[in-house]
């Protein structure tokens, strides 16, 4: 079975802090993906990456940026968290246009 | 571009109930379709996909859903609900020249009451 595993579970974070969400998947997946998710509007994608060293902006990218450095891991960072980056982020990962594997979420709380 | 509207935010129904979740879907091009499935305190799990063929695709657990291209829609079906069907069920297409992009509809809880 394919494996996403996000490293924390619940997080909880100051306003002004630099955080880092991690995402690692163990089926040699080029494509990777990280999206939030909050009720009434479903998952929005943040940003993703085909390969590499590669990143592109999904629709709602202001405010996070990314790391691949590694094919198997893709990192999630928020430069300042806000209040309004509360949320429940999701990672996933794809080979080809198949659907994808999720992992389990990570819940983070800016207060 | 694609976009994804789901038509229900809450689905009450019975157990042993038939039901229906209403997916319409929008894009210019060819799109493959999917259902994923939100057990509370999980991340999503594929329910099922069309990719081509048959229009009409199941799953394991007596899900089915059929793509309709001149209404645009994937709606998912079930004849007959479980409790453990109680799930938040989320719609997605891809657009075949997109790669593996997937547009998420806003998604629809399903709440089976004894």
């Known amino acids: 079975d394919v494996k996403v595993t996000q490293s924390s579970r619940y997080l909880v974070k100051r306003t002004g802090e630099k955080v880092f969400l991690e995402c690692v998947q163990d089926m040699d997946h080029e494509n990777m993906f990280w999206y939030r998710q909050d009720p009434g509007l479903g998952l929005r994608l943040i940003y993703f990456?085909?390969?590499?060293?590669?990143?592109e902006k999904g629709d709602i990218p202001e405010g996070y940026s990314v790391s691949r450095e590694k094919k198997e891991r893709f990192s999630l960072i928020l430069e300042s968290a806000s209040t309004n980056q509360t949320s429940m982020y999701l990672c996933a990962s794809s080979l080809g246009p198949l659907g994808y594997t999720f992992g389990s979420g990570t819940r983070l709380t800016v207060v | 571009a694609q976009s994804v509207t789901q038509l229900d935010s809450q689905v009450p129904v019975f157990e042993e109930a038939p039901v229906e979740l209403r997916c319409n879907y929008s894009s210019s091009v060819s799109v493959y379709l999917f259902w994923y499935v939100q057990y509370p305190n999980q991340g999503l799990q594929l329910l099922l996909k069309?990719?081509?063929?048959?229009?009409l695709v199941e799953s394991i657990n007596g899900f089915e859903a059929e793509f309709n291209k001149s209404q645009t829609s994937f709606h998912l079906r079930k004849p007959s609900v479980h409790i453990s069907d109680t799930a938040e069920y989320f719609c997605?297409?891809?657009?075949?020249?997109?790669?593996?992009?997937?547009?998420f509809g806003e998604g629809t809880q399903l709440t089976v009451n004894p």
């Open positions: 990456s085909y390969d590499v060293k590669m990143k």
């Open positions: 997605a297409v891809s657009a075949e020249t997109s790669g593996s992009r997937l547009t």
């Open positions: 069309y990719l081509s063929g048959s229009t």
